[in-house]
């Protein structure tokens, strides 16, 4: 998952560069915002309006982030029970960290899982987005060499084995239809929100789940 992922980073530097961003502005995007769908979001905003754009970019970006809470609540009682360790989590709190950590059942287990591949992923990202924004005009079209394939298809193979119960195939099926027919009409961030609402809605009525499962 770090190598996938952070490998994906190249894109990301050369298409900043691209965008108008310089080496140094590209690699502080990576070191501090440091999610890969906002960051996306940002520059193809920036790429498409120029500076005068950045409020735009920063609102996309942010609503694009805010499933990071999300997964902040469900993550707190796994990365350890002092305020640093939740300090220090937050930098490292995305999609493959989250999904590694849930993927095991164990407590310890799922908190080696949570920071070896946030902090994985991070150095690997970094290192990537150097070499995406040093090597851009070198590389040509990133987006020919499948990465962005690579990294989807390596969540997708964390997602897959929670797939075993009909409410948990219908939530993501739901989820999935929401999020692409509402994503050529807003604006990026919009759609993962609404499409969180529907594990939300289903969890709620306990919808094709067994019986008692909302009580508890």
């Not at 937050?90 to 999904?99: C, K």
Request: aromatic content about 10%; overall charge positive; proline content about 3%.
């Amino acid at each position: 998952m770090s190598i996938a992922t952070g490998a994906y980073g190249v894109s990301f530097g050369a298409l900043a560069v691209a965008a108008g961003l310089d080496v140094w502005q590209t690699c502080v995007l990576s070191l501090l915002m440091f999610t890969g769908g906002s960051q996306f979001a940002f520059i193809g905003v920036i790429a498409s309006g120029g500076l005068a754009a950045a409020p735009s970019a920063i609102a996309s970006a942010a609503l694009l982030g805010a499933r990071n809470v999300a997964y902040a609540v469900r993550m707190n009682p796994v990365v350890g029970l002092s305020w640093w360790h939740r300090i220090a989590a937050a930098q490292f709190t995305i999609d493959e960290s989250t999904a590694v950590a849930l993927a095991h059942t164990e407590p310890r287990a799922r908190r080696i899982g949570f920071w070896v591949t946030g902090l994985g992923i991070y150095v690997g990202w970094n290192i990537a987005t150097l070499a995406g924004a040093l090597l851009g005009d070198v590389l040509g079209d990133v987006r020919t060499y499948g990465l962005d394939a690579a990294a989807a298809a390596a969540f997708l193979a964390l997602l897959w084995p929670r797939l075993r119960s009909r409410q948990a195939i219908a939530v993501g099926i739901a989820a999935a239809v929401v999020a692409a027919s509402l994503t050529p009409w807003l604006m990026p961030g919009i759609p993962v929100l609404i499409a969180a609402f529907v594990a939300i809605l289903v969890g709620w009525f306990n919808w094709l789940g067994a019986r008692g499962e909302r009580a508890r």
